[in-house]
Structure formats: structure tokens, C-alpha cells
């Protein structure tokens, strides 16, 4: 498990480009791509079954912390931005940050029925959600409340921060990316295999 140093302020950075990100400790992790056997859809096992998702990718994680909210910046890499729909078949990056309920919630299958999984999520056209899972295909929307999110796409990656209350229950998260050039949605992702604690307050 990796600790997470966050930067501590009564301040949080106005944006991604706000200077004061460079206080942070930048953690470097490959991802991996979701197993095919893990898709919940019948379609996504047999259409991608000899497909390619989740390729691996470097995610850069940056943390802030305040007395009540945690702010979490991803970057990655993103050559061919996918940020508007242009039909059917249109995608759109995405990121996610999980985080346990209890000490027994499973990352892999995002949480399970009596250890659900909280979910921050960003996609591309701007739209922010809070989430809970118990499980692969139990995703249910919450109260987003509090949640916000800042992004921008520079020199060729994404880079967004999400900020939200602290979470209850341990102290840690993982993340998840969806490429939307290479048609990744729903469980066809690349995630962060193993959980990022965070320091103490």
C-alpha cells in the first residue's frame, strides 16, 4: 500500500494550473484493465472479449488536504481527447476515485452488498457525480453535495482535481481512467490495482 503525502492548507488550489499544486507530493502508478470476466454485460464479454481496454497508463496522484474537504488531482496522458459526444458511438474520458466503506470493502469489484464503495466521478464534459457500488453493475447516484471538480487538458494530458468532504471510513482510495478513444466505458477500464493511504490530518 502507498502513503499518500497531501499537502495541509485552510486553502485549497483554485484550479489545476494554480501554482500551489507544486507543494505536492506527485505518486506515479500503472494501472491495469478490468478483467473481461469482471464485465457484468453480456454484450462487453462477447464484443471485446478479443479486444484491447484499460492499456496500462501512468496516473500521476497529487492530494490536499483541509480540516473538512480532500482534494485529489489526477494526470495522465490522453493523445486524442475525447470530451463531446458526436453520436452513438462516442465516449468520453472519465475518472473515478473509490473509497472503502469499511476495512472489507473490496477495490477489484468495487465494493460489495454489506461493504458498498463510494464513488467520485468526473467525465470529460464536465459532469461531476457522487456514487455508491456493492458490486459490479450496482452503481446508484447520490446526494452530490459538496462535490466539485476543475480540469483541463494540457500538453497532451488530462488533469483534474476533484474535491469533495472527507470521506468517513478508512483512509485510503484508488482510481480509476477511461480512454474514450479507444471506446472504453462501463467496466472497460484501467484501474489502479491497490489501495492509496492517506496521512493522518
Known sequence: MTTLASFKSVFEPASVEDPA???ARRVSLQTVATPAGMQTSEYLQKAYRDGEWGKP???GIRTWQTRHNLTVMLDWKAPSPQARFAGPDTFL???????????????ATMGMPDSPALIWSWRADGRVEVLQARGPGTITALTQAGLRAHAAWLDGSWRVA???PQPTGPRRFTVATWDGSASERAGLKAFAAQWLEL???
Open 199 to 201: 496521512d493522518p490530518l
Open 162 to 164: 476533484i474535491s469533495g
Open 93 to 107: 474520458d472519465r475518472c473515478a476515485i473509490l473509497f472503502p466503506s469499511d476495512a472489507n470493502t473490496p477495490f
Open 21 to 23: 499544486w507544486q507543494r
Open 57 to 59: 497508463r501512468d496516473i
